[in-house]
């Protein structure tokens, strides 16, 4: 059964600081997808990685795949307060679209 | 993109009663998702609707609890029935789009059973 986890769980940061989001999946999958989610609002995309080392970048956002190690990570450079949210990564295969999510990382930017 | 809607938004409704969700996509599509947020938790895979055949169900899910229909490729409906404050979540539908794998989320409805 394909386990998806997200560390930290809950993150609090200072606006300006770099900070990085850990996403750890249990077994092979062929992508892997961040969404940002903003209370009482639905999900956002934000990347969609699909290759061993692939890395997008949004803004203030990054995001890098691993899939030898199972492990993606979002990186947030310079928070800002905007950036507050709870941020879940999602893995998939190709040929069955469904997704399993992670477990989200709520993240607050302190001004 | 995938452009989807939800109705209802929300619902307030009462224990033992069903309420139908319903899921509008404005292009054609294979597949639809069903997902199930609990209060303050993460997203579950609650079905898959495909036209033209049966859902397929995750584990802990089943048909008479979360009946759907997928009358055509662009449609779905989620019926929560026989409720109660459990069911209590969001519940959002979900379609991959035809560019990059990209999967796209509706607005979710928001039910709260008492």
């Known amino acids: 059964e394909l386990k998806v986890e997200q560390n930290p769980l809950f993150l609090s940061m200072q606006e300006g600081k770099n900070y990085t989001i850990y996403c750890n999946y249990s077994?092979?999958?062929?992508?892997l997808y961040w969404y940002r989610q903003d209370p009482g609002k639905s999900l956002e995309s934000l990347f969609v990685?699909?290759?061993?080392?692939a890395v997008k970048q949004e803004g203030r956002l990054m995001a890098s795949l691993d899939t030898k190690a199972r492990l993606s990570t979002l990186h947030i450079t310079a928070a800002v307060h905007d950036l507050s949210a709870t941020y879940f990564c999602a893995v998939g295969n190709f040929g069955n679209e469904k997704l399993t999510f992670g477990t989200g990382t709520r993240l607050t930017i302190i001004p | 993109s995938a452009v989807i809607s939800q109705k209802p938004s929300r619902d307030i409704c009462q224990r033992g009663t069903s309420l139908t969700i319903q899921c509008q996509v404005d292009s054609q599509v294979t597949m639809m998702f069903w997902y199930r947020q609990q209060p303050g938790q993460s997203l579950t895979l609650i079905a898959t609707?495909?036209?033209?055949?049966?859902?397929?169900?995750e584990s802990g899910f089943v048909i008479d609890k979360f009946p759907i229909s997928r009358p055509n490729l662009t449609f779905s409906t989620l019926t929560v029935s026989n409720m109660s404050p459990e069911d209590s979540s969001i519940y959002l539908c979900?379609?991959?789009?035809?560019?990059?794998?990209?999967?796209?989320f509706g607005p979710g409805t928001r039910l709260t059973v008492t």
């Open positions: 979900s379609v991959e789009g035809d560019i990059n794998y990209e999967q796209y």
């Open positions: 077994t092979t999958s062929d992508r």
């Open positions: 609707a495909n036209q033209g055949s049966e859902a397929t169900y």
């Open positions: 990685l699909l290759s061993n080392g």
